[in-house]
């Protein structure tokens, strides 16, 4: 059914100078689904998502978001009608709290242009929302403790929280496990399956048995074009697909 398609690319491609990244790929992403993008290093998925959010120009190829037309639209346009990408760790303030942080983040004006002012019963709300999702990712603890003395995994929540902050409708999150211990893993593993229960989220990892875990359905690239596509158990038998990993070492 169309309408339950959140986010739909037909014919996406990327010309770098003549060399094809991302070729003729069509993605549609079911509302409220964990989709995964997976695929070998160099398969385009990178350039995949910052052609979904406009970071990059597609070279052809349109995408739409809750049906509307986005191809054209500017990042900032893309993040207020509800498709945000996760905020890379160096976004996140060092030397604020945590709490400073998630406060930041939700006054970052989505919606409104900027605002000279606030009142005294906005920041108390702002200070309420902040420590629940604070609480929501796990961080209550460190609610007071500057981002930058934050163990690694939780630096991780923290940025999931600051992107919740926006509240979006679908969130693209790009390898949320990398460089994480195993402790953390499951955590923000945890993390994304209760984030997702009333959004969608695209994310590309590459940790299988995450990937194996939390998706609903895979897409596999392999040099810039789809290789296969399907839940877990179908793809991971797939002889291309399987070939593919085992062909550049990656599994
Ligand atoms: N800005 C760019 N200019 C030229 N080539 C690029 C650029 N960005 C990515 N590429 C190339 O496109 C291919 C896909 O890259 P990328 O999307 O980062 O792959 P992945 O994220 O799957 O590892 C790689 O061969 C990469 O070198
Ligand atoms: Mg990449």
Redesign the pocket.
């Known amino acids: 059914m169309a309408d339950d398609i959140i986010l739909e690319a037909t014919g996406l491609t990327k010309e770098?100078?003549g060399?094809v990244?991302v070729k003729d790929v069509d993605l549609r992403v079911r509302r409220h689904s964990i989709h995964a993008l997976i695929?070998p290093?160099?398969?385009?998925?990178?350039?995949?998502f910052n052609l979904l959010t406009h970071f990059l120009v597609p070279t052809s190829g349109r995408i739409r978001f809750n049906g509307n037309d986005i191809t054209g639209s500017s990042p900032a346009a893309i993040a207020r009608m509800g498709l945000v990408r996760s905020f890379q760790i160096s976004a996140v303030f060092p030397h604020l709290s945590v709490r400073d942080n998630v406060r930041v983040a939700l006054q970052r004006p989505l919606r409104n242009s900027f605002q000279f002012w606030r009142s005294e019963r906005v920041l108390d709300s702002l200070n309420a929302r902040a420590l629940e999702l604070i609480d929501a990712v796990g961080l209550g603890p460190y609610a007071e403790l500057p981002a930058v003395e934050l163990p690694y995994g939780r630096k991780r929540a923290l940025e999931i929280a600051t992107t919740l902050a926006l509240d979006p409708e679908m969130m693209l999150l790009d390898e949320p496990m990398a460089g994480l211990a195993h402790e953390d893993i499951d955590r923000i593993a945890a993390l994304i399956r209760k984030v997702a229960a009333d959004r969608t989220v695209l994310m590309?990892e590459h940790n299988m048995s995450v990937v194996a875990d939390l998706s609903d359905m895979i897409t596999v690239?392999a040099r810039?074009e789809k290789l296969a596509e399907g839940p877990y158990g179908e793809v991971s038998k797939h002889p291309q697909v399987i070939e593919a990993y085992v062909g550049t070492g990656h599994g």
Do not use: I, S
Not at 41 to 48: D, F, P, Q
């Open positions: 770098f100078l060399f990244a695929g290093n160099g398969a385009g998925k990178t350039t995949c590309v690239l810039g």
